[in-house]
């Protein structure tokens, strides 16, 4: 099984940024890794994901301010955060599933849909205004 922690959560003032970082403990080449957060009292939402080809996806409210990447080498995914809002404040976890082959390549099904088979404990984002 995959073991995921995150790190890199915090208090900034909006307009600020942060960097959270989800080190994993199985080599994650091959995986979709994604960001999630949820606010109390509101399902949680996918927000970032990463095939295993590097290439990325966004849902709308963070498109243009974060950024997902991933170091396979060190089994390490990250999310910059940058200009930070007060209705980005939830707990962020990092996520991670098996991506799947079709049609000759892999690929993420769904993947902003919070159904992902491991995840992290979470780390706390609060923006203040």
């Known amino acids: 099984q995959v073991q995921l922690v995150e790190s890199g959560g915090g208090s900034v003032q909006a307009g600020g940024s942060l960097r959270l970082s989800c080190a994993a403990s199985e080599y994650t080449s091959r995986y979709c890794l994604a960001w999630f957060r949820q606010a109390p009292g509101k399902e949680r939402e996918g927000i970032a994901v990463i095939d295993s080809d590097g290439g990325t996806i966004y849902d709308d409210s963070v498109k243009g301010r974060f950024t997902i990447s991933k170091d396979n080498a060190k089994n390490t995914l990250y999310l910059q955060m940058n200009s930070l809002k007060p209705e980005d404040t939830a707990m962020y976890y990092c996520?991670?599933?098996?991506?799947?082959?079709?049609?000759?390549?892999?690929?993420?099904?769904?993947?902003?849909?919070?159904?992902?088979?491991?995840w992290g404990q979470g780390t706390q984002v609060t923006v203040s205004s």
């Open positions: 996520a991670a599933d098996f991506a799947l082959y079709g049609g000759g390549t892999l690929y993420c099904v769904r993947p902003l849909n919070p159904d992902y088979k491991y």
